[in-house]
């Protein structure tokens, strides 16, 4: 039962992951960058003091770390998952036959 449990909360955890990587890729990024270049310009016209930049590339900045830090504890939990559920296990006993030769 508690294996079971746990490759449900895997699981669980591998879908949320997900989902949120790719609305980082999709959505939260490209309108980081776009308000980047949009203050940029302003900051060229005079319309914004250089600390607006900083703020906007600041922004940017966190949304990308935010989004390897999310794919990290993804490729964290899908190992786990993997070592739960013996996905690797044939490849792992073939290469310990290979050493012994």
Do not use: C, W
């Amino acid at each position: 039962m508690v294996k079971e449990r746990e490759i449900a909360r895997l699981t669980a955890k591998l879908a949320a992951s997900a989902t949120e990587s790719e609305r980082l890729r999709a959505e939260v990024i490209p309108s980081a960058i776009r308000a980047v270049e949009q203050v940029r310009e302003g900051f060229n016209r005079g319309g914004f003091q250089y600390a607006n930049v900083a703020d906007a590339e600041r922004a940017l900045a966190d949304a990308r770390a935010r989004r390897v830090a999310v794919l990290r504890q993804f490729h964290l939990d899908q190992a786990a998952l993997d070592r739960l559920t013996g996905r690797h296990a044939a490849l792992a006993s073939s290469n310990l036959n290979a050493e012994r030769r």
